[in-house]
């Protein structure tokens, strides 16, 4: 059975940083692509950042660009965020998403990210 | 960017009505479209990818159609495990989402 389950989120402060984990099992990471989605308090899907099955290419969306950073770790199975320079605005669920014919077809449970003083 | 515009942003409906949802993209992205659910504390689940074709294990209630810039997700039959939250998503650049169209009980 394909599972993501995420974790490292929590409550930090504006300016602060957290690195989000995504660990994947059923299925073999190193095949996959996989993507960060996210959705604020009652609001609608945004996603966030794409990296290639081997890591060599990675997108981020404009609204995260240069503050976040996207990592995997094939051998551990595993997938990562780390997100530096947070601002209230990034308060979010985040999920780990996997890629299959370019759309996204098993997600994880997210995990809360509270950007709050 | 591609925009992606869905109507309408709520619906009421009963059990058993024939639902419709739009989505449309503010320039053309073939048949790259893919139609989620979510509901309430959940994560979302595809439906649809390539604009029409079922995912594995979906109800064949579920239909999705269009090409271009227009597309459309049918719920042929409204059942009561299908009121929430539908977002469409293209994936012919990079990813964008709908904003969402939640189905409620009218």
């Known amino acids: 059975e394909v599972q993501l389950v995420e974790s490292g989120g929590g409550l930090v402060q504006p300016g602060g940083s957290l690195r989000l984990s995504c660990v994947a099992s059923g299925f073999t990471l190193s095949s996959h692509e996989m993507n960060w989605v996210r959705q604020a308090p009652g609001k609608g899907l945004e996603w966030v950042s794409y990296i290639s099955s081997d890591g060599a290419t990675i997108y981020y969306a404009g609204s995260v660009r240069g503050r976040f950073t996207i990592s995997r770790d094939n051998a551990k199975n595993s997938l990562y965020l780390q997100m530096n320079s947070l601002r209230a605005e990034d308060t979010a669920v985040y999920y780990c998403?996997?890629?299959?014919?370019?759309?996204?077809?098993?997600w994880g449970q997210g995990t809360l990210v509270t950007v709050s003083s | 960017d591609i925009q992606m515009t869905q109507s309408p942003s709520t619906l009421s409906a009963s059990v058993g009505d024939r639902v419709t949802i739009t989505c449309r993209a503010s320039?053309?992205?073939?048949?790259?479209l893919a139609w989620y659910q979510q509901k309430p504390g959940k994560a979302p689940k595809v439906l649809i990818y390539k604009a029409s074709s079922l995912e594995n294990g979906v109800p064949s209630r579920f239909s999705g159609s269009g090409s271009g810039t227009e597309f459309t997700l049918t719920i042929s039959s409204l059942q009561p495990d299908d009121f929430a939250t539908y977002y469409c998503q293209q994936y012919n650049s990079l990813w964008t989402f709908g904003q969402g169209t939640k189905v409620e009980i009218k």
């Open positions: 998403a996997r890629v299959f014919g370019n759309y996204f077809d098993y």
């Open positions: 320039q053309t992205i073939g048949s790259w």
